[in-house]
């Protein structure tokens, strides 16, 4: 068995182009196909996957990135759809300081996406039974649960704006400027028809990404409003998420 694993690292080895030493075991024109295979089903799953980034990058450039990143992060999994998990922290790398380092928020952006399409699902809606039977003076303490298909993204860069031109035109004008106003703050989730993007006011970002980290609702309150912003009704807040179904229940 030693043998043959040795023989499958070294065949790999070669696939990669990360040793020349390791190809010397094959016949080029036959390791060539292989190299071929695993190159362009690498770089496809990364497109259907970041269809934002491949989009700003051009499709040659996409490609030379998706080589690279194989070299330097070949999956591991049989499932191709985990190969972009790495994806942020390897443009983050290779790019900060660079022009394209804005790339890397994009990425980050549409993995979040991919693990909203993935995540499990839950039938359960609130009860609101349970919450009836404790006293206010407890509310403070409660822990809320998301519903698991569900992510919060918050970036300088235009996010929003950017999801919808390429849903509506399947293509983009080319690199977005960050925001005039601060950062985009969004809340991604998965519905029917697919993942929903809903921009938040940045209070209400706070609390609920407090919420999603398992703060209780004392300490989400403290960390979501700011000392001079009375702005925020977290009482119309929670009620909204928890009628989209967003909140899902309390932690026990």
């Not at 330097?72 to 290779?94: E, I, Q, T, V």
């Not at 839950?122 to 303490?141: C, V, W, Y």
Request: include cysteine; charge should be negative.
């Amino acid at each position: 068995m030693s043998a043959l694993r040795d023989a499958q690292a070294d065949f790999l080895a070669a696939i990669l182009g990360r040793d020349p030493a390791h190809a010397a075991r094959w016949p080029h024109r036959r390791l060539a196909v292989y190299r071929s295979n695993a190159r362009e089903n690498f770089a496809s799953a990364l497109q259907a996957a970041f269809p934002l980034l491949h989009g700003l990058m051009g499709h040659d450039e996409f490609r030379a990135m998706a080589w690279a990143y194989q070299q330097d992060c070949p999956s591991r999994s049989g499932n191709l759809f985990y190969c972009g998990a790495g994806l942020s922290d390897f443009l983050a790398a290779h790019l900060a300081g660079t022009p394209d380092a804005p790339l890397t928020d994009i990425s980050r952006f549409e993995w979040l996406i991919q693990q909203v399409l993935v995540a499990p699902d839950e039938a359960a809606r609130f009860d609101f039974r349970k919450l009836a039977t404790l006293p206010e003076a407890e509310h403070g303490s409660l822990r809320f649960r998301l519903h698991p298909a569900t992510r919060l993204c918050s970036s300088a860069l235009p996010l929003f704006a950017l999801w919808s031109e390429y849903q509506h035109r399947g293509t983009l004008a080319g690199m977005p400027r960050t925001t005039s106003d601060g950062s985009d703050e969004l809340l991604i989730r998965r519905s029917n028809d697919g993942v929903e993007l809903h921009r938040l006011e940045s209070a209400e970002f706070r609390l609920l990404d407090a919420l999603l980290r398992g703060e209780c609702l004392q300490r989400a309150l403290e960390q979501a409003s700011a000392p001079d912003d009375t702005s925020l009704n977290h009482g119309e807040v929670l009620a909204r998420w928890v009628s989209a179904g967003v909140i899902t229940g309390l932690v026990s």
